[in-house]
Nanobody, 125 residues
Framework: QVQLVESGGGLVQPGGSLRLSCAAS????????MRWYRQAPGNERELVAA???????DLGDSVKGRFTISRDNAKNTVYLQMNSLKPEDTATYYC???????????????????WGQGTQVTVSS
């Protein structure tokens, strides 16, 4: 009933930049906290960045000073600007959001946690 769709991944050389986007759609009342996670093969999923509906942000230590998270509440969209990319940033990046939404069955308010399908970021020369 709520979908998160990521875009913007790809192949980039070390030192390059990419911007990821994640748009939430569906019977949404409010999108609360939004987060970006990443997972490389053989590794656990790692929290990269988070942003509240009010715009407060938090970044993982490994990306501070290089990545920026932002959002457009009118579009229910979160962005991850990634600069000075390193090979160790290579991973599948996932969008996550806590959403208040209306049930398609009876319209009552619900709250749940949703994930996008992931977008691949590869940093390599």
């Amino acid at each position: 009933q709520v979908q998160l769709v990521e875009s913007g991944g790809g192949l980039v050389q070390p030192g390059g930049s990419l911007r990821l986007s994640c748009a939430a759609s569906g019977r949404i009342w409010k999108v609360n906290d939004m987060r970006w996670y990443r997972q490389a093969p053989g590794n656990e999923r790692e929290l990269v960045a988070a942003i509240t509906s009010g715009g407060s942000t938090d970044l993982g230590d490994s990306v501070k000073g290089r990545f920026t998270i932002s959002r457009d509440n009118a579009k229910n969209t979160v962005y991850l600007q990634m600069n000075s990319l390193k090979p160790e940033d290579t991973a599948t990046y996932y969008c996550n959001a806590n959403v208040n939404y209306a049930s398609a069955y009876d319209g009552i308010g619900l709250f749940d946690d949703f994930w996008g399908q992931g977008t691949q970021v590869t940093v390599s020369s």
